[in-house]
């Protein structure tokens, strides 16, 4: 089997690195962000590969056998379907079996998981035996915790390396652990991430030619821990609809991205006890997102004309005990194909975070006409009062105050899902055209 894959990656990297002057190679364990780097990279002609640990084509196996596959099924884009990519899918599926058999959870599965990544991305480098020469100057791209080893290997072929950071880094811990300790009640087993795993990250960081962030909420914790200023570039996450993207395939033309899932948005005159505000939080229900603020609002708020939908996997303890008596509707998680109903449907999308890299939710809300209340610690995509609002500070009064101003005005929220559509600072060819340009930097 290793002989064979080694084979098989000395061919698949070979094949064209006569045809590229400064090839990439993307690093990415799971489907973050739509695969949009990659889809970037691809759009340009300059993905030499994309490796990842799973990767489902329409007409794969695993999309028809049980339910234990269905997050795989997610594992695949339309726009990357004649791109060159090389996945992991059995060894994958071997690691979830044996990682279940030994107990692993929490952070010993993440680390164990992420080590995992790195030794079949080391093995395929290792493999594929390629080398910087004055023809041939590969760039290294590959997300933080996964890096490290991938990282010293590319330095010791002379590679460039970028490192895609997801969040800030150890600042954001800081500030979970804080929330941790104001409600112990909901904290349950919240644990901070062990020694290793922030030595690893910081290894990450000196190894990394660039270290792109994707906000200035994530650059200033960095540069708070310690990066260099000058290693960090800010490139937003970008996001285009599904829609447009199997237009893209299969018309190979450019779709309007702002108004492609886009349906008439309507508000009722005043809202009622029949007829709430809609509140949308989609996300992972835990500490991090604001989610305890938000449900002692939502307590608040427990007799007025307006109700709370929480949509993602719940992360924190004594959720419901929490929302007692507050009109919270628990629907867990879905699938990427089930959002774009609750967007659609909601009213408002609130993000009261504490702290995120970006939240590409922001993004999607908006590809559906959706307005957004979001705090001020993510990705800057909000324009208060235009098509959303910002929270000044992620807290209970503040979350409550701006969600009765929503109740008593309707009509402001109609201005702002008039208003709420995609910038073109989000598109994927924005974000590949900022690539280019930190490439040429390197």
Same mark, same amino acid.
């Given at each position: 089997?290793?002989?064979?894959?080694?084979?098989?990656?000395?061919?698949?990297?070979?094949?064209?690195?006569?045809?590229?002057?400064?090839?990439?190679?993307?690093?990415?364990?799971?489907?973050?962000?739509?695969?949009?780097?990659?889809?970037?990279?691809?759009?340009?002609?300059?993905?030499?590969?994309?490796?990842?640990?799973?990767?489902?084509?329409?007409?794969?196996?695993?999309?028809?056998?049980?339910?234990?596959?269905?997050?795989?099924?997610?594992?695949?884009?339309?726009?990357?379907?004649?791109?060159?990519?090389?996945?992991?899918?059995?060894?994958?599926?071997?690691?979830?079996?044996?990682?279940?058999?030994?107990?692993?959870?929490?952070?010993?599965?993440?680390?164990?998981?992420?080590?995992?990544?790195?030794?079949?991305?080391?093995?395929?480098?290792?493999?594929?035996?390629?080398?910087?020469?004055?023809?041939?100057?590969?760039?290294?791209?590959?997300?933080?915790?996964?890096?490290?080893?991938?990282?010293?290997?590319?330095?010791?072929?002379?590679?460039?390396?970028?490192?895609?950071?997801?969040?800030?880094?150890?600042?954001?811990?800081?500030?979970?652990?804080?929330?941790?300790?104001?409600?112990?009640?909901?904290?349950?087993?919240?644990?901070?991430?062990?020694?290793?795993?922030?030595?690893?990250?910081?290894?990450?960081?000196?190894?990394?030619?660039?270290?792109?962030?994707?906000?200035?909420?994530?650059?200033?914790?960095?540069?708070?821990?310690?990066?260099?200023?000058?290693?960090?570039?800010?490139?937003?996450?970008?996001?285009?609809?599904?829609?447009?993207?199997?237009?893209?395939?299969?018309?190979?033309?450019?779709?309007?991205?702002?108004?492609?899932?886009?349906?008439?948005?309507?508000?009722?005159?005043?809202?009622?006890?029949?007829?709430?505000?809609?509140?949308?939080?989609?996300?992972?229900?835990?500490?991090?997102?604001?989610?305890?603020?938000?449900?002692?609002?939502?307590?608040?708020?427990?007799?007025?004309?307006?109700?709370?939908?929480?949509?993602?996997?719940?992360?924190?303890?004594?959720?419901?005990?929490?929302?007692?008596?507050?009109?919270?509707?628990?629907?867990?998680?879905?699938?990427?194909?089930?959002?774009?109903?609750?967007?659609?449907?909601?009213?408002?999308?609130?993000?009261?975070? #504490? %702290? !995120?890299? $970006?939240? @590409?939710?922001? /993004?999607?809300?908006?590809?559906?006409? &959706?307005?957004?209340?979001?705090?001020?610690?993510?990705?800057?995509?909000?324009?208060?009062?235009?098509?959303?609002?910002?929270?000044?500070?992620?807290?209970?009064?503040?979350?409550?105050?701006?969600?009765?101003?929503?109740?008593?005005?309707?009509?402001?929220?109609?201005?702002?899902?008039?208003?709420?559509? #995609? %910038? !073109?600072? $989000?598109? @994927?060819?924005? /974000?590949?055209?900022?690539?280019?340009? &930190?490439?040429?930097?390197?």
């Amino acid at each position: 089997m290793f002989l064979f894959e080694c084979l098989t990656a000395r061919w698949q990297t070979q094949m064209s690195v006569t045809e590229l002057t400064r090839p990439w190679f993307c690093f990415q364990l799971g489907a973050r962000e739509h695969y949009a780097i990659p889809r970037a990279l691809f759009r340009m002609g300059v993905l030499q590969r994309l490796i990842t640990d799973a990767w489902v084509a329409p007409s794969f196996f695993l999309r028809k056998i049980s339910s234990r596959t269905a997050s795989l099924k997610e594992r695949f884009h339309c726009e990357l379907r004649d791109a060159p990519v090389t996945a992991f899918n059995s060894s994958l599926i071997m690691f979830e079996t044996f990682a279940r058999a030994r107990g692993l959870r929490e952070w010993g599965k993440i680390l164990a998981r992420n080590q995992w990544f790195q030794d079949k991305l080391i093995s395929y480098l290792r493999c594929s035996q390629l080398s910087t020469t004055d023809d041939y100057q590969p760039i290294l791209l590959s997300y933080s915790y996964t890096a490290l080893g991938p990282f010293r290997y590319a330095k010791s072929q002379g590679w460039k390396t970028v490192l895609v950071q997801i969040d800030p880094g150890s600042e954001e811990e800081k500030i979970v652990a804080q929330e941790a300790s104001r409600v112990p009640e909901l904290a349950g087993e919240w644990q901070r991430a062990p020694t290793e795993y922030w030595a690893s990250w910081r290894e990450e960081c000196d190894l990394a030619d660039r270290i792109v962030v994707n906000s200035e909420w994530s650059r200033e914790g960095l540069i708070r821990a310690g990066v260099p200023a000058e290693k960090l570039s800010v490139i937003p996450l970008a996001y285009e609809s599904p829609e447009v993207s199997r237009c893209r395939v299969a018309t190979s033309l450019q779709g309007d991205h702002k108004s492609a899932v886009r349906t008439p948005r309507t508000y009722p005159e005043r809202f009622t006890c029949e007829r709430p505000l809609r509140v949308l939080f989609l996300g992972q229900v835990n500490l991090r997102k604001g989610v305890a603020p938000l449900l002692e609002a939502a307590r608040m708020l427990r007799n007025e004309p307006v109700e709370f939908w929480m949509v993602g996997p719940v992360q924190i303890a004594n959720a419901r005990t929490m929302a007692t008596d507050a009109r919270v509707e628990w629907f867990g998680p879905v699938i990427r194909k089930q959002t774009s109903e609750f967007y659609r449907n909601a009213d408002i999308f609130i993000l009261p975070t #504490l %702290s !995120d890299g $970006f939240a @590409i939710a922001q /993004l999607e809300a908006q590809a559906h006409g &959706l307005p957004v209340i979001a705090s001020k610690f993510c990705g800057n995509v909000v324009q208060s009062g235009v098509n959303g609002i910002i929270l000044e500070e992620p807290i209970v009064a503040s979350i409550a105050a701006t969600i009765r101003d929503c109740i008593a005005d309707p009509s402001q929220l109609r201005q702002f899902a008039a208003a709420s559509r #995609l %910038s !073109d600072e $989000f598109t @994927i060819d924005a /974000l590949a055209q900022r690539l280019e340009d &930190l490439g040429s930097t390197l």
